[in-house]
């Protein structure tokens, strides 16, 4: 019962968010008490800050701040594979910015949250501020393995990688790559030989894919190869890894799991990744910790569909440890069990059997198991997530600083409406779909003809169309001999035939050997035979005297009267 303006309740919702998790400028004038809170109630997390100074001793701009649990970073580094992907993200708050952030794999194929950075613009030296802070926390790899990072080639990302981990592979993520690829060579056979070309595991098949993709568009080729093959292409990757991903979707998947929290100001964003990684630690260890097996379940689906595959698979053994594998028409591989390698690449690249591998340990009775790397293990699994994260306390108990509180960022303000929905691509879905008929032809289903359907179709029906109905042949005939001029021959009647001479008449809907019975009222009375069987001959002398009394419809309801009766 209230009648209030739009802009009144908009303001009404701002105060109320304000008193709850206080305003925007009020939160960086407490960064460094959340900070040395964090860092006092969570021992091994790092919380950096940088302040822009104009002069020394004065009060400095909040410009970068970097943020990394101990949870997260020491379940990386104790059951994670070494590959890390990198990506970037705007912030929606009043200030803006955006987030950088470090995303791990575990042995599930599921994302680890290493470090998130927020700093004001995206560039090389915002990068190589953050690379060099997650290099200390990490090193630069593990057991003496590089580590793998894998990105969209952001502004100066690649440079800054280069210089700070020259031992390491980087990877770009396919699906940004293709999308600069369809700028400029368009069609659906182009597109399945670019990704052909990228998910071949060993040179040889790629170099076929290559040529095969120089022979339908020689640009294109030569396009492709301008980049390293060892930045997009399976059969260049290093196998330290075990990881055959060719995009980057852990993180856009990172970044839309934040969604809600990338409107919140600078210590609420925090606070909320914080809460939803110390309650995604947890779920994820019970869960694990009431799972039976001894892989994890999306790494056994994997290889359960390897093994699918291995059926169409014949071995050959050479009485020690390999294996020639016929999987087609003069197609063959070879699968060494000891060395855990096969020709396709796949099953030193990933760590588990691939389908060649599965038909070998198959023809052998091995176990299956042994051969699956350590990393997919259930055991490894629990060490991700062994940790714990520390609840955090409300501001009123934080540890007081006497460090002078930053000012708040400058405000970039951008022409037009502040946007806080993603670009999408011109083929892809809107939010909510699953696919688009955008850019598609439509045919008529009636005539087969493009660009127009069945509903505005004014051609003749093409034969094999749906729509089409053949003429019935007995019709076109009566119609001939009704409107032909000729008189119809004088047919002399036939004598009827005795009983004894009489043949069987057939039901149309009968079948040949079986009995059919013509369901009729007589057939309902009780004692009363239904009518004769189609299979019994039929008399042209027989009189309907003779058969027995048809009943009326008042002797049938009276029976079943009856019947109701008593079943009661």
């Known amino acids: 019962m209230i009648n209030v303006s739009v802009a ?5 919702k701002r105060c109320a968010k304000d008193e709850m998790l206080g305003t925007d400028m009020e939160q960086y004038h407490h960064l460094w008490s959340y900070a040395a809170t964090i860092r006092e109630t969570d021992p091994g997390s790092t919380v950096k800050i940088k302040l822009d100074t104009a002069e020394e001793g004065s009060q400095g701009t909040f410009q970068r701040l970097y943020y990394c649990l101990y949870a997260c970073k020491q379940g990386f580094l104790d059951g994670c ?9 705007f912030l929606k708050s009043a200030f803006g910015g955006q987030l950088l952030s470090a995303i791990g794999r575990d042995g599930n194929d599921n994302m680890v949250p290493i470090a998130v950075t927020v700093v004001e613009v995206e560039r090389y030296d915002s990068w190589k501020w953050f690379l060099e802070l997650l290099m200390a926390d990490l090193g630069l790899g593990a057991e003496n393995i590089p580590w793998t990072f894998i990105s969209d ?4 990302l690649v440079h800054a990688v280069n210089e700070l981990f020259p031992n390491s592979e980087h990877r770009f993520c396919l699906r940004h790559m293709y999308q600069n690829f369809k700028q400029k060579f368009k069609g659906k056979e182009l597109k399945d030989l670019f990704w052909a070309a990228a998910s071949t595991g060993n040179e040889v098949d790629w170099k076929l894919a290559m040529n095969s993709l120089e022979k339908a568009s020689k640009d294109a080729a030569e396009w492709l190869q301008k980049v390293p093959s060892v930045l997009w292409s399976r059969s260049h990757f290093r196998q330290s890894s075990k990881c055959d991903i060719l995009v980057n979707n852990l993180c856009e998947s990172f970044n839309n799991y934040i969604l809600e929290a990338r409107e919140l100001p600078v210590i609420g964003m925090l606070e909320w990744i914080r809460r939803r990684l110390m309650q995604r630690i947890q779920v994820k260890r019970t869960g694990m910790q009431k799972f039976q097996g001894k892989i994890c379940p999306n790494i056994a689906e994997k290889i359960d569909r390897n093994l699918k595959f291995s059926r169409l698979c014949i071995p050959t053994w050479d009485g020690k440890n390999k294996y020639e594998i016929d999987c087609g028409p003069r197609k063959s591989v070879v699968v060494d069990l000891k060395e855990k390698t096969c020709t396709c690449g796949y099953f030193q690249l990933t760590g588990y059997p691939c389908a060649h591998a599965c038909s070998a340990i198959g023809a052998r009775r091995l176990p299956l198991l042994d051969y699956v790397h350590a990393c997919y293990s259930r ?8 940790h ?3 609840p955090v306390p409300s501001n009123k108990y934080w540890v007081r600083c006497e460090e002078q509180p930053p000012k708040p960022p400058a405000v970039r303000r951008m022409p037009g409406r502040p946007k806080k929905m993603r670009q999408r691509a011109a083929d892809e879905p809107k939010k909510g779909q699953v696919s688009t008929r955008k850019g598609l032809v439509v045919t008529c289903k009636r005539c087969f003809q493009p660009r127009h359907n069945s509903r505005t179709c004014k051609n003749a029906i093409h034969l094999n169309s749906k729509f089409y109905k053949a003429p019935d042949t007995n019709v076109a005939e009566s119609s001939s001999e009704l409107h032909s001029s000729a008189p119809s021959p004088i047919v002399p009647p036939q004598p009827v035939p005795n009983q004894e001479q009489a043949a069987p008449v057939q039901k149309k809907n009968c079948r040949p050997g079986k009995q059919y019975t013509q369901p009729t009222i007589a057939s309902v009375a009780k004692n009363v035979p239904a009518r004769q069987s189609c299979s019994q001959p039929v008399s042209g002398t027989t009189s309907l005297a003779k058969g027995p ?3 009326t419809v008042a002797d049938v309801l009276y029976n079943l009267r009856s019947k109701k009766a008593r079943r009661c």
């Open 81 to 89: 594979r070494p590959i890390i992907g990198l990506d970037g993200c």
């Open 549 to 551: 009394l048809r009943p």
């Open 153 to 156: 080639r952001q502004k100066g």
């Open 8 to 12: 009144k309740i908009r303001r009404a």
């Open 388 to 390: 714990t994260i520390t």
């Open 379 to 386: 055991e490894n699994y629990l060490k991700t997530y062994e």
